[in-house]
């Protein structure tokens, strides 16, 4: 049975950007929720992202439910921490290039 949101997309990916900003460096960022199949929870993508560059690429996710925004679930901040240091480690010289 499908479940109906009570919260946005836009709410969601704010619920996991604040999750983040409480556990994570700032330049980890959540991206565009999707809605999980079967429907109680909303998918948001994390990636490393830097000002003037953009994404670096995907570091893991979050689930946050549809009901409010509690975080159901995450990538081990362990995990995105190893996956953005080896972002940072191939785009090194693009990200110093553009932070004197």
């Given at each position: 049975m499908k479940t109906v949101p009570q919260l946005t997309a836009q709410q969601a990916?704010?619920?996991a950007n604040l999750f983040l900003s409480d556990h994570l460096p700032d330049r980890f960022t959540a991206s565009e929720a999707q809605l999980?199949?079967?429907g109680d929870a909303w998918e948001v993508p994390v990636?490393?992202?830097?000002p003037f560059i953009g994404?670096?690429?995907?570091?893991?996710?979050?689930?946050?439910?549809?009901?409010?925004e509690i975080i159901v679930s995450h990538?081990?901040?362990?995990?995105?921490?190893?996956?953005g240091q080896k972002l940072y480690a191939a785009h090194r010289n693009e990200i110093e290039a553009n932070f004197p």
């Open positions: 990916q704010a619920a999980v199949a079967m990636s490393l992202s830097y994404s670096l690429g995907y570091v893991g996710e979050i689930l946050v439910s549809t009901a409010s990538t081990p901040l362990n995990d995105m921490k190893q996956a």
